[in-house]
Nanobody, 128 residues
Framework: QVQLVESGGGLVQPGGSLRLSCVASEPTFTRVAAGWFRQVPGKPREFIAAINWNGQRTYYADSMKGRFTISRDNAKNTVYLQMNNLNPEDTAAYHC?????????????????????WGQGTQVTVSS
């Protein structure tokens, strides 16, 4: 089974930027869609963005559009999440995962139950 490892989190000041990486252990990752979610303790996992297998299709939660950008480099088995203009409400553990479906269906893309092989997460803390 593919294993995903996130990195790139840390402490950043409000207005700052971070780029998160999600590296997969198997090259089969290059043939599947992937997504980023975030979670605050005591709250459900929140969808951020998804990207199809070749990077030509992306989908964002409305609240994430404009500040967050998902991309991938299949030569590196990696999906990225560029986050700009961060604010304290963005503080969370950020996770990547593999989408189960071959179809590109926004209803399914935002559903965390439609993903598997979750990474352990990387913590992002936005604070002055």
């Amino acid at each position: 089974q593919v294993q995903l490892v996130e990195s790139g989190g840390g402490l950043v000041q409000p207005g700052g930027s971070l780029r998160l990486s999600c590296v997969a252990s198997e090259p089969t990752f290059t043939r599947v869609a992937a997504g980023w979610f975030r979670q605050v303790p005591g709250k459900p996992r929140e969808f951020i963005a998804a990207i199809n297998w070749n990077g030509q299709r992306t989908y964002y939660a409305d609240s994430m559009k404009g500040r967050f950008t998902i991309s991938r480099d299949n030569a590196k088995n990696t999906v990225y999440l560029q986050m700009n203009n961060l604010n304290p409400e963005d503080t969370a553990a950020y996770h990547c995962a593999i989408h189960r479906d071959s179809a590109w269906n926004p209803v399914r893309l935002v559903d965390n139950k439609a993903y598997h092989s979750w990474g352990q997460g990387t913590q992002v803390t936005v604070s002055s």
